[in-house]
């Protein structure tokens, strides 16, 4: 494993082909969300909106790898019935399906059987993994990237089981 990450931007707008992002917490704790999670779960309300302030740092780095011919795809495993934060994050995520990307959802009954890595990642052009680590309330608490060509393998091979049994967001049901 590799210990000097480059910048993740950087590492999207390297992308020549693909771009795919397993997920499998069914609540993240990440400090810059905090807020926003906790307006949805008094009100109901999400930032829809991709050109505010909220979305700046994501959506303009989606619609120009995509616009390069990158695609990128989502996919998240998660326990049923879904936690708050799941709810949130599928009512916010018709924000990143609008800049670009494709974004399934599996139910964790139906992964029982996948071979799975251990932590979320990205698997950029299959052939350089960018693990992230997260503490056991959500919170970031690393990331490390590797090209070796089993760890390649064995993610691409879990990240693509996943998707073929995984539901498009339009069909998934919260």
């Given at each position: 494993?590799t210990?000097?990450?480059p910048?993740?931007?950087a590492?999207?707008?390297?992308?020549?082909r693909?771009?795919?992002?397993?997920?499998?917490?069914?609540?993240y704790?990440?400090a810059?969300?905090?807020?926003?999670?906790?307006?949805?779960?008094?009100?109901?309300k999400?930032?829809l909106?991709?050109?505010?302030?909220?979305w700046?740092g994501?959506?303009?780095?989606?619609?120009?790898?995509v616009?390069?011919?990158?695609?990128?795809?989502?996919?998240?495993?998660?326990?049923?019935p879904?936690?708050?934060?799941i709810?949130w994050?599928h009512?916010?995520?018709q924000?990143?399906?609008?800049a670009?990307?494709?974004?399934?959802?599996?139910?964790?009954?139906?992964?029982s059987?996948?071979?799975?890595?251990g932590?979320?990642l990205?698997?950029?052009?299959?052939?350089?993994?960018?693990?992230?680590?997260?503490?056991g309330d959500g919170?970031?608490?690393?990331h490390?990237?590797?090209?070796?060509?089993a760890?390649?393998?064995?993610?691409?091979?879990?990240?693509?089981t996943?998707?073929?049994?995984?539901?498009?967001?339009?069909?998934?049901?919260v």
């Amino acid at each position: 494993m590799t210990q000097n990450v480059p910048d993740f931007s950087a590492l999207l707008r390297g992308a020549q082909r693909t771009a795919v992002h397993l997920e499998m917490r069914d609540a993240y704790g990440v400090a810059d969300e905090a807020e926003e999670f906790e307006e949805f779960r008094r009100s109901g309300k999400v930032d829809l909106d991709p050109e505010s302030d909220g979305w700046a740092g994501w959506v303009p780095l989606v619609r120009e790898t995509v616009g390069r011919g990158v695609v990128i795809r989502r996919a998240r495993i998660v326990s049923e019935p879904v936690t708050d934060y799941i709810r949130w994050e599928h009512a916010l995520t018709q924000v990143n399906i609008a800049a670009g990307e494709q974004v399934r959802w599996l139910p964790r009954r139906l992964a029982s059987d996948i071979a799975l890595p251990g932590n979320d990642l990205w698997l950029i052009d299959d052939c350089l993994v960018l693990f992230h680590w997260f503490t056991g309330d959500g919170d970031w608490a690393g990331h490390e990237y590797t090209e070796d060509p089993a760890a390649v393998k064995m993610v691409s091979t879990a990240f693509e089981t996943v998707w073929e049994r995984a539901v498009p967001h339009d069909r998934f049901a919260v």
